[in-house]
């Protein structure tokens, strides 16, 4: 079973369209929640920690729901530059990261 | 910005061949991390390392692979013997906790096994 699964890729959408994407995590011990952004061959890049009250930072929202262990992101107003790969991580206590395959966005004018 | 450095960024080597990985942490970090990438794949655990000992690793750490910090400020990742499969992105990354949170990634070196 997989520990993080993510929605298939990739989402095509234009300039300010409205994108969710979705994950869900196997292990019910996971305490930390993250979503990573990932450039083309570049490194992972901390987009923002997820928290159960949820949280949005500008564009971006995201929500966890500990007892369906499911994650989200919602990016609003979508711009070129969010085309990116959007990975979704997971940790338990003293662990190292878990991370999800990734959801490849690209926006388009 | 403080940032996680790795040497090479590319490294072109032949099976069966010994490489070292190189990579240079923030400097008040505590913890430090090796991953890999295989292309279009994704991102995996291979070991976490904390006062100077492993302090996880998963199935893929095997008896190929070793880490040293050998000084203050240097991090590295060695594989004895590399096989084709080994080409990947190697991603070294640092954090102040043990969660993780605000884990940074180096930029990176691409291992190509011939």
């Known amino acids: 079973r997989k520990e993080v699964e993510q929605d298939p890729g990739p989402f095509n959408v234009p300039e300010g369209a409205t994108v969710a994407f979705n994950c869900t995590y196997s292990?019910?011990?996971?305490?930390?929640f993250f979503w990573y952004r990932q450039d083309c061959r570049k490194e992972p890049k901390l987009l923002m920690s997820v928290y159960s009250s949820g949280n949005e930072d500008g564009r971006f929202t995201a929500q966890l729901n500990r007892a369906s262990q499911y994650i989200s992101l919602l990016i609003r107003d979508s711009k070129l530059s969010d085309s990116a790969t959007y990975l979704c991580?997971?940790?338990?206590?003293?662990?190292?990261?878990?991370f999800g395959k990734g959801t490849t966005l690209s926006v388009s004018s | 910005e403080p940032e996680v450095t790795q040497t090479p960024s590319h490294q072109v080597t032949q099976m069966g061949q010994e490489v070292i990985l190189r990579c240079v942490p923030i400097s008040n970090h505590l913890y430090f991390y090796w991953y890999r990438q295989i292309l279009g794949q994704k991102v995996e655990f291979l070991v976490s390392?904390?006062?100077?000992?492993?302090?996880?690793k998963s199935e893929i750490f095997d008896d190929q692979f070793s880490v040293e910090r050998p000084d203050g400020s240097n991090f590295t990742l060695k594989i004895r013997s590399t096989k084709l499969e080994d080409s990947a992105m190697y991603f070294c990354a640092s954090s102040t906790n043990t969660d993780s949170t605000e884990a940074f990634f180096g930029q990176g070196t691409r291992l190509t096994v011939v």
């Open positions: 991580v997971v940790s338990s206590a003293g662990t190292a990261l878990i």
């Open positions: 292990n019910s011990a996971s305490q930390s």
């Open positions: 390392f904390y006062n100077n000992e492993i302090s996880e």
